[in-house]
Nanobody, 122 residues
Framework: QVQLLESGGGLVQAGGSLRLSCAAS????????MGWFRQAPGKEREFVGA????????RYADSVKGRFTISRDNAKNTVYLQMNSLKPEDTAVYYC???????????????WGQGTQVTVSS
């Protein structure tokens, strides 16, 4: 069983930056990919980005490409989401998730955190 806990959300002005963290307990097994998703009010949860176990591979949604960066520190069982040049449309609850397939869709992720709110003011 893996438990995930996000932190680092908050209120920021447009153009600002935030760094989210996702701490995993229960020691994810080797090969576990990590993903970030977000859900805005009235919308479905959408993919933001993912990182492979080794950290070598990353992929992002087009809407955040070039602005967001995912990294991980397996020694600390922690994944990060660095968000720069934030826009009001980035406002959402951000979730991290753990899964076995780096290319997996939302439904293929096995474990989810509770989410952290990110609000970007204009």
């Amino acid at each position: 069983q893996v438990q995930l806990l996000e932190s680092g959300g908050g209120l920021v002005q447009a153009g600002g930056s935030l760094r989210l963290s996702c701490a995993a307990s229960g020691r994810p097994s080797s090969g576990t990919a990590m993903g970030w998703f977000r859900q805005a009010p009235g919308k479905e949860r959408e993919f933001v980005g993912a990182i492979s176990w080794s950290g070598v591979l990353t992929r992002y949604a087009d809407s955040v490409k070039g602005r967001f960066t995912i990294s991980r520190d397996n020694a600390k069982n922690t994944v990060y989401l660095q968000m720069n040049s934030l826009k009001p449309e980035d406002t959402a609850v951000y979730y991290c998730a753990a899964g076995r397939n780096y290319w997996g869709t939302r439904d293929e992720y096995d474990y989810w955190g509770q989410g952290t709110q990110v609000t970007v003011s204009s």
